[in-house]
């Protein structure tokens, strides 16, 4: 399953479970719970930190990609 979140709402933790409300922003522009993330709450530190490599790494790939990208458009323009 697969739910768009634009922000991150209330956080809850009872019986060991953490519970991550979901925000999104509906078609009239207003806030609104798309879903509700639930990881037991031993494990929410560790997702936490595993989702927090993810995003970096992804990030410093685009990072590189783009800077390949205008180099290789440089190099383009001072052949021609």
């Known amino acids: 399953m697969q739910i768009l979140a634009d922000s991150i709402g209330q956080l809850t933790v009872a ?4 519970r991550v409300q979901l925000i999104q922003t509906g078609p009239d522009g207003q806030p609104r719970e798309a879903g509700v993330l639930t990881i037991p709450a031993a494990q929410a530190a560790p997702f936490a930190n595993q989702l927090a490599r993810g995003v970096t790494e992804l990030a410093d790939k ?7 990208t205008m180099a290789e458009a440089a190099m383009k323009k001072l052949a021609n």
């Not at 019986?15 to 953490?18: D, F, K, Q, Y």
């Open 15 to 18: 019986n060991g479970v953490l």
């Open 62 to 68: 685009v990072k590189s990609r783009q800077e390949e």
